[in-house]
């Protein structure tokens, strides 16, 4: 057999080795995740007690550092950036995600896009959207490729990659789950600035503003990243000790190999049990969330329905032809759904419940309407729909 056969057949058993420790780490670490989020479950179910109704009676007025959550982060370190992120550092281990975060959290989401609070599940529509993520997480791309290649580079052993290649991604996933803890408490910080008194239950207010460039998908890549490089870690030292033995020129020290396993082994732990939860919860915080608000069996029917209203307002020949769809598509509210609109997306009542709800602005309405009415979501960017 040539010397480049079998050199092949080395690399497609490396990228095969890959592939299933890739996918196979990540189903682990997501596992984990909806362990931890089961007991949400819970929490979700009290949200329709009347004791929580009466708890949240919106005629009841209170200080926001006298609510439960302004009591958890309004506190002497919070105004302060240098001790604010060692607290919300070490408080990632211990109760990521807390009960009152989770409620406050889930309050502000709902009063941000006007769904009744009484039959919305928040923790059904956040299992949603990671479903939706892990297809992200799962695959590949061109700068992942280039990182492989990389990766292998460096372990040649004149860079003792062991010292500090293995511990990238663990700071990588600290430094995520610290600005996911800070987010939770700059959102209660932003709340007290605003005003001081709250009236029933206290709204925090979503915003791209608090997440890393206000890219809220960032922390997705990063956590693929993440995952990726500890794969692809675990794989390289599983596939390197199969085709050279354990006492090769890959691992010549004790502790090269006791290093790589313990930190693959706990990146795994701390991403699925402790970062990935956070991650969920929080990244609905952001305000360009049109994607996860709405399934794709709504964008898409949202679509066929703007390219018909065009085909109608063009035979009436209306000067606001062209106003009227794009307004038309951003006067969207989310308080209740039209029949007709909602059997034509094709949405089955269970469906439904999941998402916030719609209602479409009636074609006849005049265009100085379309206009004020669209001003309320324009932070949803319903105009960036494009048609296909």
């Not at 010397?3 to 299933?20: N, R």
């Not at 709340?191 to 925090?204: F, I, T």
């Not at 929080?282 to 703007?306: I, Y």
Request: glycine share 4%.
């Amino acid at each position: 057999m040539s010397a480049t056969v079998e050199g092949a057949q080395q690399l497609q058993m490396l990228i095969f080795t890959l592939a299933f420790f890739h996918v196979f780490s990540s189903l682990i670490t997501f596992s984990l995740g909806e362990a931890k989020m089961r007991r949400w479950e819970a929490w979700e179910a009290e949200t329709r007690t009347m004791e929580y109704q009466f708890s949240n009676d919106p005629r009841r007025f209170q200080f926001i550092h006298q609510t439960s959550f302004g009591k958890r982060h309004l506190r002497s370190w919070s105004e302060h950036r240098i001790f604010r992120l060692p607290v919300v550092f070490f408080r990632q281990f211990f109760e990521s995600v807390s009960k009152v975060d989770y409620l406050t959290l889930r309050h502000g989401f709902i009063m941000a896009h006007g769904k009744q609070e009484s039959n919305f599940d928040f923790q059904k529509y956040i299992r949603r959207t990671l479903e939706k993520d892990f297809g992200v997480v799962i695959g590949m791309s061109l700068g992942i490729w280039i990182f492989s290649v990389l990766f292998i580079f460096f372990n040649a052993y004149v860079f003792h990659n062991y010292i500090w290649l293995p511990f990238i991604p663990v700071l990588m996933l600290l430094a995520v789950g610290t600005k996911l803890q800070s987010i939770i408490t700059k959102m209660c910080l932003d709340r007290n600035d605003k005003s001081h008194v709250v009236r029933g239950s206290l709204v925090v207010q979503p915003s791209d503003h608090f997440f890393w460039f206000s890219q809220p998908k960032l922390l997705l890549h990063l956590m693929h990243f993440i995952l990726f490089q500890n794969s692809f870690q675990l794989a390289f030292f599983s596939w390197t000790w199969y085709k050279f033995g354990l006492r090769s020129c890959f691992h010549r020290k004790t502790e090269d190999i006791v290093i790589k396993l313990t930190i693959g082994i706990l990146v795994q732990i701390l991403c699925g049990y402790v970062t990935l939860p956070l991650y969920a919860l929080v990244t609905q915080m952001g305000t360009s969330a049109l994607e996860n608000v709405f399934p794709e069996v709504v964008v898409k029917g949202l679509r066929r329905w703007q390219r018909k209203a065009k085909k109608n307002i063009a035979r009436k020949n209306v000067y606001w032809a062209d106003a009227s769809v794009d307004h038309s598509l951003t006067s969207l509210s989310f308080s209740t759904l039209d029949a007709s609109v909602t059997a034509e997306l094709g949405i089955t009542a269970e469906e439904d419940e999941l998402y916030p709800s719609t209602e479409i602005a009636e074609e006849g309405s005049d265009a100085t309407r379309q206009v004020n009415r669209s001003e309320s979501f324009e932070g949803f960017g319903l105009r960036n729909i494009a048609v296909e």
